[in-house]
């Protein structure tokens, strides 16, 4: 009787678990909800996370302004290289990186609302 009971247990505790993309979904909406918007600077907010579990991919969304509003700008900073470096460097997403997830961010516009000012999306070949 006691190896049935354990068993169960076993089996209820197994079947609770959450998929690594299950997590990353939740955890992408919870931050958000708790976080955002975030000033990052005098320039940069940091709006929203979202996960897409089809391409399994993070992204972050950004509204930019000031000298940032503008995609030649962030080009002459060479923002995609920071990113990339952010990244192959931030061990809290390390889970993510090793399961291959994509990474991307996108930049809005804050004085042309709807506008994309830029959009990086890093591969595990790139970040790895």
């Not at 197994?14 to 690594?20: M, T």
């Not at 995609?80 to 889970?95: A, D, P, V, W, Y």
């Amino acid at each position: 009787m006691q190896k049935i009971i354990l068993a169960f247990l076993l089996l209820c505790l197994v079947s609770c678990q959450e998929s690594l993309e299950d997590r990353c979904d939740r955890e992408a909406r919870e931050f958000t909800k708790k976080n955002c918007p975030i000033a990052l600077n005098e320039e940069m907010t940091l709006d929203s996370m979202s996960f897409n579990k089809n391409t399994l991919t993070l992204y972050y969304y950004y509204t930019v302004n000031g000298t940032l509003d503008d995609a030649e700008m962030l080009d002459q900073v060479d923002a995609r290289g920071t990113l990339l470096k952010e990244l192959r460097n931030t061990t809290s997403i390390k889970n993510y990186k090793d399961a291959g997830y994509k990474f991307s961010y996108v930049y809005w516009s804050a004085s042309k609302k709807g506008k994309k000012v830029a959009d990086y999306t890093f591969t595990q070949k790139e970040y790895n």
